[in-house]
């Protein structure tokens, strides 16, 4: 996709609803073959919450941080990605999660990939860096029940994207179909 960074052009400011309590930064890289990808995360089977999950980096807002912060903090945390590689572009709708009072801000980024990216092991057990145009293929996707709730659910190898994160991976989408 040529273009995505111009349609990207249209995404809003990064929102600071009230009740905010955690933000994901949703990087975005070319690879150098043409194709624009996203950076995921698969967060442990050990994990107290989100165990074994596809997910962004991100995390819960420390004091006096804003979301674009947090994001950048957690990103550095988790796949030590420096801030100094992320230009942001704008946010996305915030989402919740199964705690509808868990307000998430993703922050969408272009990231200079030309760094190398290091998986925290407490937090992050491996990076998936799926291509738009995977992401894109509808067929990839299904709508399931889960716990009366119906979600968005995509398979890699690596696991299965779904829940919150899923719902902002179709958000991001919508900017770019």
């Known amino acids: 996709m040529a273009d ?3 349609r990207l ?3 809003p400011p990064v929102p600071t609803p009230p009740g905010i ?3 994901v930064l949703v990087p975005l890289f070319d690879d150098g073959a043409g194709d624009t990808r996203l950076v995921l995360t698969k967060r442990p089977d050990h994990m107290r919450t989100h165990a074994g999950d596809m997910v962004f980096p991100g995390g819960r807002l420390e ?3 804003g979301p ?3 994001a950048l903090r957690e990103s550095w945390e988790e796949i030590a990605l420096p801030p100094a590689a992320v230009e942001v572009l704008g946010g996305l709708a915030p989402v919740t999660t199964r705690d509808q009072h868990n307000v998430i801000v993703p922050v969408v980024a272009r990231i200079d ?3 190398e990216l ?3 092991d407490r937090e992050v057990e491996l990076i998936v860096e799926p291509t738009i145009d995977e992401l894109c293929d509808e067929e990839r996707w299904s709508l399931d029940d889960f716990v009366g709730h119906t979600l968005w659910f995509f398979e890699f190898p690596e696991g299965v994207l779904w829940g919150a994160t899923a719902f902002m991976v179709r958000d ?3 900017y770019l179909r």
Do not use: H, Q, T
């Open 4 to 6: 995505v960074w111009d």
């Open 9 to 11: 052009a249209a995404l």
């Open 21 to 23: 309590r955690a933000a």
């Open 63 to 65: 004091a006096g941080e």
């Open 68 to 70: 674009v912060e947090a």
């Open 113 to 115: 990939r030309n760094v």
């Open 118 to 120: 290091v998986p925290d």
């Open 172 to 174: 991001l989408l919508s």
